[in-house]
């Protein structure tokens, strides 16, 4: 496996920090903070660049929220200037392992997203007679990590001592109960650092189970096949995933079903011959009267044309 050394020249450069920057401030550059940040704009970069390169950077600490979609989440929100140095990092870091990750893995990577998810899902579903479904995802996942064995993941990679002090840094400025564990689920280095974690866990299905119909979209993850098999299946997985990652199965989500009944995932139920919108998603979307652009972009890749005329008669 190649690894790769002075790398952290690339991450301090002006250049990569100005588009560290351009992408930080994406949709939202009218924000006071951001606003703020850019009056003094080379100042506040070259600040960054000199704090990087002589190893004073400080990671702020963190605005917290709560938002409830399907489930209630707490967001650490970083301060603008910590968003830079996240993507300053990220552009540099994340081709890397994005060429180490499986094709099957779908969250938070160019060329993927939920709706490949849902058309790669019901590509499996073809001839599904007999077919079942072990569906399953993660408790408590971003509060689970671990940063010693996360750091040793990367470490396979990543061999520059600098890229690995900055690592550090982020993840000591913020964890969930216990120091060491947990991630914040508003950084955007948290979306890289869950998919590296549980890439590991993709190459045991997909090259030591030998699952082909395993898919994963960041902590929710499916098997389909044979209802024997499947028992087998998940059994080693949750043996791996505890021993290898200190992770546990969602109690609440973790089954095993015929495929005919269709898969509940990802806001869809998805069958061999067509997709449904999931009601919980709907019922929520009348209940906040939601934005309509958004819901047609959503319902757009299912069979829904008779419930969005009855919605908006």
Known sequence: ????????????????????????????????DILKFSFDLEENLLEIKKELEDGTYKHSSY????????KKRTIKAP?????????????IIEPIFEKTFIFDSYACRKGKGTHRAIKRLKSFLKNNEGLYCFKCDISKYFDSINHDILLSLIKKKIKDKRIIWLIKEILNSS?????????????????????IY????????????????????????LYIGKKHRLHVVAKKSSHFLFKELKLKFNPKKNNIFPVKKGIDFLGYVVFEDYILL?????????????????????AKHANAYSLIQSLFK
């Open 79 to 91: 301060v603008f200037k910590d968003r830079i140095m996240h993507h300053a990092l990220c552009n």
């Open 63 to 70: 605005k917290e929220f709560t938002i409830e979609d399907s």
């Open 1 to 32: 496996m190649k690894a790769f050394n002075n790398l952290f020249p690339q991450v301090c450069s002006f250049n990569n920090i100005h588009l560290a920057y351009l992408k930080a401030r994406k949709n939202k550059r009218y924000k006071k």
């Open 175 to 195: 964890f969930s109960k216990e120091r060491g564990i947990g991630i914040p689920i508003g950084n955007l280095t948290s979306q890289l650092f869950a998919n």
């Open 278 to 298: 999931r009601k919980n998603t709907v019922k929520r979307f009348m209940k906040k009267n939601g934005d309509i652009v958004y819901f047609n972009a959503y």
């Open 198 to 221: 549980l890439s590991h866990f993709d190459y045991f299905a997909k090259n030591f189970l030998k699952e082909k119909t395993y898919l994963r979209y960041m902590d929710d993850f």
